[in-house]
């Protein structure tokens, strides 16, 4: 069973950083697609960033220029690195895995990000 941690949330003042760490476990991490995804109070969640397990990375309009996403196969560990954080940025962040042979979904609990002065 893959389990999903995340870490490195809190609060930032705007034009800030912080870097999110996702620890996965359970099974073989470079088989996985991983991503981070957000979600605000009152919208959808959405995907702020991804990396498939060739290594081809996808970074949302919002993001671009501001957030690298990146991974350490060898710690089976995903990172987000956020900078220039805005009041918008502020959301729970999930981590997400995606089998690449069986499909199977699976998410983190989510780690808050708060941008606030």
């Known amino acids: 069973q893959v389990h999903l941690a995340e870490s490195g949330g809190g609060l930032v003042q705007p034009g800030g950083s912080l870097r999110l760490s996702c620890a996965f476990s359970?099974?073989?991490?470079?088989?996985?697609?991983m991503g981070w995804y957000r979600q605000a109070p009152g919208k959808q969640r959405e995907l702020v960033a991804s990396?498939?397990?060739?290594?081809?990375?996808d970074v949302a309009d919002s993001a671009k220029g501001r957030f690298t996403i990146s991974r350490d196969i060898s710690k089976s560990a995903l990172y987000l690195q956020m900078d220039r954080l805005g009041p918008e940025d502020t959301a729970v962040y999930y981590c997400?895995?995606?089998?690449?042979?069986?499909?199977?979904?699976?998410w983190g609990q989510g780690t808050q990000v708060t941008a606030a002065s």
């Open positions: 997400h895995a995606r089998s690449t042979y069986s499909g199977r979904e699976y």
């Open positions: 359970g099974s073989i991490f470079s088989l996985y697609d």
């Open positions: 990396i498939s397990s060739g290594g081809i990375v």
